[in-house]
T-cell receptor, first 117, second 117 residues
């Protein structure tokens, strides 16, 4: 079945440690995104990528890094510079619109819980 | 300002009751899209509906219906004859186009719906 797979589902990070969250999609989507969700709040965009080897900062990119070496994969690294990393992280993907804006639907994975211990 | 407001933080109903989730948005763009997503306890965001700014027709899908009114900048979601399986957090989102055709989702804070037997 086509979809977006995130791993691990639960991750614990020690102070000062970098951790990487995996995101793989087999939907043949060009665009991929990372969102952060805090309790009782909506989602906020961390990074997005429209094409392989290219990515852009979202609204809250500080303390995070990404790479896009393959179309299917968009891993997110939460660095030690991120002071409050405990949150729920959601990866998403969509087709890339052409010249005409068409509000393409963004599809989400099941998310990863990150907790600092 | 681009913003989505879901004023109802939590709603609790008894099974078979009808319930309406409110969504009010702000944007100066004339072309935009509105979305509703459902987030069950498992965490994944499930796409429910997409509506463009030029289509104000109401839509019905089974027990779900949506009322889009540009005059009041609202995109409300009604569940008829609610069921326990409808219990989830529901997010309304506004999609705007940015440079390069990239579309960004702006989320509301979500409404937690609890349906009791």
């Amino acid at each position: 079945d086509g979809g977006i797979t995130q791993s691990p589902k639960y991750l614990f990070r020690k102070e000062g440690q970098n951790v990487t969250l995996s995101c793989e999609q087999n939907l043949n989507h060009d665009a991929m995104y990372w969102y952060r969700q805090d309790p009782g709040q909506g989602l906020r965009l961390i990074y997005y990528s429209q094409i392989v080897n290219d990515f852009q900062k979202g609204d809250i990119a500080e303390g995070y890094s990404v790479s896009r070496e393959k179309k299917e994969s968009f891993p997110l690294t939460v660095t030690s510079a991120q002071k409050n990393p405990t949150a729920f992280y959601l990866c998403a993907s969509s087709i890339v619109p052409g010249q005409t804006y068409s509000g393409n639907t963004i599809y989400f994975g099941e998310g990863s819980w990150l907790t600092v211990v | 300002a681009q913003k989505v407001t879901q004023a109802q933080t939590e709603i609790s109903v008894v099974e078979k009751e009808d319930v309406t989730l409110d969504c009010v948005y702000e944007t100066r763009d004339t072309t935009y899209y509105l979305f509703w997503y459902k987030q069950p306890p498992s965490g994944e965001l499930v796409f429910l509906i997409r509506r463009n700014s030029f289509d104000e027709q109401n839509e019905i899908s089974g027990r779900y219906s949506w009322n889009f009114q540009k005059s009041t900048s609202s995109f409300n979601f009604t569940i008829t004859a609610s069921q326990v399986v409808d219990s989830a957090v529901y997010f309304c989102a506004l999609s705007l186009m940015f440079s390069g055709g990239y579309n960004k989702l702006i989320f509301g804070a979500g409404t937690r719906l609890a349906v009791h037997p």
